[in-house]
């Protein structure tokens, strides 16, 4: 499945950090993650400790939501998206093809030994004021979660 809008694939393939929001009972938390955009899976790989917050809190509660944003004080420059999402934990047998994924886009990450994890798109909505002031692009997933 691909996102229809490619002014959406566009800007997430240009940026490379997402903030990732977890939710458990009446406890938030958020953090900052370097990602890689799996386009035919509309999905985005990063990597975490199992002994993280954010982790500890996705694994309880999978769902997930997060934004990627491009920092300006331009107005009419202003490009973000907010989205949700599912977390999971990257199996052993996927392992191996995700790491290629990640390490091509951040080849440094060669010595850390870490997890990988996926969250799969569900739902995104792009403010784009290049478009015009407050203009919102959205996209929702067809698929069950």
Known sequence: MNL??????????????????TCV????????CFYVFIEDEVSLLFTSEN???????G???PVVSGSIVLET????NIQGIQFTGRLNKVTDE??????????????????VKTELW???????????????????????ADYES
């Open 73 to 76: 004080k331009i107005i009419g």
């Open 59 to 61: 694994t309880l509660n």
């Open 51 to 57: 002994n993280t917050k954010h982790i500890d809190m």
């Open 118 to 140: 996926l969250i799969k798109l569900e739902s995104i909505k792009m403010t784009d004021n290049r478009l015009g002031f407050g203009k919102k692009l959205r996209w929702q």
């Open 25 to 32: 009972a009446e406890e938030s938390w958020c953090c900052n």
């Open 94 to 111: 996927d392992y191996k093809k995700y790491k290629l994924h990640y390490l091509k886009r951040f080849p440094f990450a060669v010595v």
């Open 4 to 21: 229809p809008s490619s002014r959406i694939t566009k800007f997430i393939k240009k940026h490379h950090v997402l903030t990732l929001a």
